[in-house]
């Protein structure tokens, strides 16, 4: 039984390396360019996770597909057509982290069921403290990240008209995509 923990681990280990220090990530939009510090000190499966995603390349090509105005933008997860991408399992909900949804802070969006976030994430556009633990649910929103530049071109996001395409709401009538997504320093 050890043996097989200790290979479950290691791939583990594998799929997730742990990160050294909090990498700053560059999303390259249709509206401009947005950089991002992620907190894998403070959050280190979210960030984990996210960053992940960035280096297999998932977010290019996606979308910003909600988005309301005095709220947040919301994308990671749907192409310009609006087809869902496959992720892979959900993680832990790390919202007990003591950080909060700020303005411009990243955080993973999710189902009703606490731990059901994988590779959506949304950028709050102002203080959204309803979102902290303990929210409605008793959960809360986890934040991972920050906006460190480009926090103009988030707003600009937020203006962009909005409308209903099929049973999703608040969707761009122009997409706004993520035309590419990387890392550009792990401190």
Do not use: C
């Amino acid at each position: 039984m050890k043996r097989h923990l200790l290979a479950f681990a290691t791939a583990a280990s594998l799929a997730f390396p742990v990160l050294a220090a909090n990498p700053t990530v560059e999303l390259k939009t249709s509206q401009g360019d947005i950089v991002v510090e992620v907190f894998a000190d403070k959050a280190p499966k979210s960030a984990e996770n996210f960053v992940q995603y960035v280096k297999d390349g998932f977010y290019d090509g996606t979308v910003f597909h909600r988005v309301i105005d005095g709220f947040m933008v919301q994308g990671g997860g749907f192409d310009a057509s609006m087809n869902q991408k496959a992720t892979r399992a959900p993680i832990e909900n790390e919202d007990k982290d003591g950080l909060k949804n700020e303005r411009g802070t990243l955080a993973m969006a999710r189902t009703s069921d606490p731990h059901s976030a994988s590779a959506q994430f949304f950028i709050n556009l102002v203080p959204n403290t309803f979102l902290d633990y303990p929210s409605r649910d008793n959960w809360g929103y986890a934040v991972f990240g920050k906006v460190t530049e480009g926090m103009d071109v988030v707003d600009k996001i937020a203006q962009v008209r909005t409308g209903n395409r099929g049973m999703h709401q608040n969707v761009p009538v122009e997409p706004v995509v993520i035309q590419s997504v990387k890392v550009i320093s792990e401190k």
